[in-house]
């Protein structure tokens, strides 16, 4: 069965500056990980066909256990889709052992411009069932979170 999750921000930053942020390492590092986790990017190929793996570790794994290991869920990302500056999308695949998070998620994140900012908005399908949905509703709108300091503090 498909689930479909979702999240949406508006960031006072253009399109263009948002864009940016999605396709770059540094960046993404700094504001994709929700709170309570930090990331690290060991491979990164920004363009569709490449991709990057991430390294989300939890800052405390007592009450989150991570899918990778007890305090670690790594995901191997690939652009499949980069519409500058519109469009970026994804397809990540969690490295676990528990098949309830086995599958490949989509990823969709849409850029609109709106007055002086961007409307993103996340669409996540086919979320693997082991992924609470309510947990990963909150992990992308704490993302978005990120993303809008990170952005909105550079320009």
């Keep these: 069965m498909s689930r ?12 263009a500056t948002v864009y ?5 390492r540094e960046s993404l590092e700094t504001w994709l990980p929700p709170d309570g986790m930090r990331g ?8 569709p066909g490449g991709g990057f793996r991430m390294v989300l570790t939890y800052l405390d794994s007592t009450d989150s256990p991570g899918k990778t290991s007890e305090a670690t869920d790594v995901v191997d990302v690939g652009f499949t889709d980069l519409v ?21 998620m989509t990823m969709t994140w849409h850029l609109a411009a709106v007055g002086d900012g961007t409307e993103v908005t996340v669409t996540a399908t086919d ?29």
């Design 40 to 47: 690290r990017v060991e491979r990164w190929d920004p363009r």
């Design 20 to 24: 940016g942020a999605l396709l770059d």
């Design 84 to 104: 500058s500056p519109e469009r970026v999308v994804q397809r990540a695949v969690f490295e676990a052992d528990d098949p309830s998070y086995a599958g490949i």
């Design 127 to 155: 979320v693997p069932p082991g992924i609470d949905q309510a947990d990963h509703e909150a992990g992308i709108a704490s993302s978005l979170a990120n993303l809008a300091s990170y952005v909105e503090a550079a320009g």
């Design 4 to 15: 479909t999750d979702r999240a949406s921000r508006v960031i006072a930053a253009p399109p």
